[in-house]
């Protein structure tokens, strides 16, 4: 790994897209602690504690980077954006249109994009309001309320600031996206949760638990170790390609495999579930009635209901983003389009179906992995009493996206060799020398 971020640096073109990527981060960072316009900032430094433990406050503020602690104008962080495309998804699979619009291409694709850009607005401006009133709800420890002046103009500022920033945030993980290295959205919750781990360290430095101060970097370590073990692990499929006459030569043949990994879906699941399993407790906390009150304290994240309504919307969007992303079908019709074929299953349908099957038997595992170690410190905090900074859930986004941006760099580098060795052996000839330059253009 190391290697491979010292060789990105000497590339001048990937050098480029990793100072873009943290240029952009950097501004992200910024906006987290930049508050809006209308609250009364020693106030707002009197709730922080509100936002600790382990209700559903401190998630939302950890997917933030604690802007929501400090009612920054990016305290919306992305999860608008990761919830209309929730949606979008769900609307995919029940609407024609829909699916019909992600079958045509880039283009559908880009519509469907545009869409789930419309709903973060939406979503962003009514979470807007919701969160304006909760802000209204706290109180100062020196009886400063949060929110000077709350009156129509200073409501209507405050959410368009919020709004607006969660389109920026949008703007700027697309950007990265486009212009730098790895997926924009997952590496802004990336920076988000890893911005927090010096208070990590320094809650886990000052623990009077002796034993546990101990303990905790080899208990992480054997989690991490274990999460990327299980990450990079893959079922591999024997595939066999035909050889074929063409004229008077033989060509193609040779042999390659189909990898299924065990978590196909990634962090996705995990990130889903804790959208939509942050919406009762959010409502408990806006509507200041025993009924909401009840419903926020039933699903409280440390205890069992929350844990349990968690693990089942992993496992479905483990099944569901999975479908999404690896349709056995199609790829059993590519597999029969270019002649290839598996031992001992005959090509077409039948490909499919064991495929079908393959993959019913990993996701199920996978799944139960990504729930295990969603719930896995939330356990452990709850038998020990003991404070883990890093929550199941932001450990797997983090070891995920790390993983995947690492790939992203690789792949990366592996196309700049590659076309430095086309360049290279094409100057003998113009041929060599117009596919060279093709592939620089394509680039």
């Known amino acids: 790994m190391i290697s491979t971020i010292l060789n990105a640096f000497s590339v001048a073109d990937i050098r480029k897209k990793i100072a873009i990527t943290a240029l952009l981060l950097s501004l992200y960072r910024l906006g987290a602690h930049i508050p809006v316009p209308g609250v009364n900032i020693q106030a707002v430094n009197d709730i922080q504690e509100q936002f600790g ?239 909401a009150t009840d419903l926020s304290n039933f699903f409280n994240p440390s205890d069992a209901p929350y844990l349990v309504g968690e693990t089942i919307f992993i496992v479905l969007f483990t099944y569901f983003y999975t479908a999404v992303t690896f349709n056995p079908v199609d790829q059993a019709d590519n597999l029969k389009k270019y002649g290839g074929f598996i031992p001992g299953v005959r090509p077409g349908r039948p490909t499919a179906e064991f495929l079908d099957r393959v993959l019913a038997r990993l996701t199920f595992p996978g799944a139960l992995y990504l729930a295990a170690v969603a719930a896995l410190p939330t356990i452990l905090i709850n038998q020990t009493s003991a404070n883990f900074f890093f929550g199941g859930t932001s450990l797997l986004i983090v070891v995920g996206v790390a993983l995947d941006t690492m790939k992203q760099l690789e792949a990366q580098l592996m196309m700049r060799n590659y076309e430095g060795f086309v360049k290279g052996k094409g100057t003998g000839g113009a041929g060599g020398l117009a596919g060279g330059a093709g592939w620089a253009n394509k680039n």
């Open 53 to 291: 433990g382990g209700g559903i406050l401190n998630l939302l503020n950890t997917f933030s980077g604690g802007g929501l602690s400090r009612i920054a104008i990016f305290a919306l962080g992305i999860m608008p954006y990761i919830t209309a495309s929730i949606i979008l998804q769900l609307l995919t699979v029940v609407v024609p249109s829909l699916e019909k619009l992600s079958k045509e291409g880039e283009v559908g694709q880009a519509r469907i994009t545009q869409y789930t850009r419309y709903l973060t607005v939406g979503l962003a401006f009514a979470q807007a309001i919701g969160y304006v009133f909760l802000f209204r709800s706290f109180q100062a420890s020196a009886g400063q309320a949060v929110i000077d002046h709350f009156n129509v103009p200073t409501l209507f500022l405050i959410v368009m600031t919020l709004t607006a920033g969660c389109v920026m945030v949008m703007w700027l993980g697309e950007l990265i996206t486009q212009r730098g290295i790895g997926n924009g959205i997952s590496l802004m919750i990336f920076a988000s949760i890893v911005s927090g781990l010096p208070n990590g360290i320094q809650a886990w430095w000052t623990n009077p638990d002796q034993v546990f101060k101990v303990m905790m970097p080899f208990l992480a370590l054997t989690v991490i170790a274990a999460v990327v073990f299980i990450q990079e692990g893959q079922r591999r499929i024997p595939v066999q390609y035909a050889k074929r006459v063409i004229g008077q030569r033989m060509s193609g043949g040779g042999q390659t495999y189909l990898p299924l990994r065990v978590n196909m879906a990634g962090v996705i699941p995990v990130i889903f579930a804790a959208s939509i399993m942050a919406f009762p407790p959010t409502i408990g906390q806006l509507i200041q009635q025993p009924w």
